[in-house]
């Protein structure tokens, strides 16, 4: 590795470290072996629940913090930092920074829309596991998974999705004083927060314990554009069919474009750690 500085990968999962329709990470494996070779913190960043991303850590053998919800929570290992203020909250073996609302508050708010709007809005906490499953192409303990949710409601719009019903959506959704992320598969629900204040409050602990540092952020979506501008180096997956997100390129312009998904995380870290991106 070329860097004086000490590099911290942020990475987001669906679409960018996974593959977005078998969400296999087989075709980064050569970047994830180098990099835990040279100790490098990957800090996965993720629309996921916690149960789900506990999961991937331990087929990535990743024991480095990580971010749920898109960015309503990070997660830091007991004893990750040697010196970490004491409000931060305890959780388990967690030491736990939350941005995010209560998930019960969320489903509350959806109910009152769906009840003002009349605009036909499932949440995850609508379905059955095998509903999440067909519609995610997970399989069903995954589903299960996906469902423990603690601080956002992903929603499914059932019917046509156009610019009208969605301007309907954010309008009430601003009213609320919530936010909504639209996805590929679903709309997200969730409070004002995003994966890139997490990111700051992260950057500060890992500058404080390894003082000099690289921060590179990894995403392909709209939902990782805090993120990539929170960091020093912006990498940005294209989508399926080759595509990048042109909304994040406008507002991310010095984002580096990559193939989409684990083959293109894979170049990308490879070239980072062999200094071409600087």
Not at 9 to 22: A, I, P, Q
Not at 94 to 99: Q, T
Not at 210 to 215: G, R
Request: net charge negative.
């Amino acid at each position: 590795m070329r860097h004086e500085k000490k590099i911290v990968l942020f990475s987001d999962l669906d679409g960018t470290l996974l593959d977005r329709d078998t969400y296999s990470f087989s075709g980064a494996e050569k970047a994830l072996s180098r990099i835990r070779e040279h100790g490098v913190p990957l800090v996965l960043a993720t629309s996921k629940t916690r149960h789900e991303v506990e999961v991937y850590r331990q087929r990535l053998s990743n024991s480095h913090p990580f971010i749920i919800e898109n960015g309503a929570a990070a997660f830091i290992p007991s004893g990750y930092f040697p010196h970490l203020p004491s409000l931060f909250t305890k959780r388990g073996d967690y030491l736990v920074i939350e941005l995010g609302l209560p998930y019960a508050d969320i489903r509350e708010m959806l109910s009152k829309m769906r009840e003002r709007t009349s605009v036909p809005l499932r949440g995850l906490g609508d379905m059955t596991p095998e509903e999440v499953a067909e519609i995610s192409n997970l399989d069903l303990e995954e589903a299960r998974l996906s469902k423990m949710r603690e601080y956002t409601e992903p929603c499914v719009l059932e019917g046509e999705r156009n610019e009208a019903i969605l301007a309907r959506i954010h309008d009430e959704v601003r009213e609320l004083g919530l936010k909504l992320t639209v996805g590929e598969k679903f709309l997200h629900l969730s409070g004002p927060h995003n994966k890139g204040e997490l990111v700051r409050r992260l950057s500060v602990l890992f500058r404080t314990s390894l003082k000099n540092i690289l921060t590179v952020g990894l995403g392909d979506g709209k939902n990782d554009v805090e993120m990539l501008a929170e960091c020093q180096i912006a990498i940005l997956l294209r989508k399926k069919g080759g595509l990048l997100d042109e909304d994040v390129m406008q507002r991310v312009p010095n984002a580096l474009p990559y193939e989409a998904g684990p083959a293109g995380w894979n170049r990308a870290v490879l070239e980072l750690m062999e200094g071409k991106l600087t």
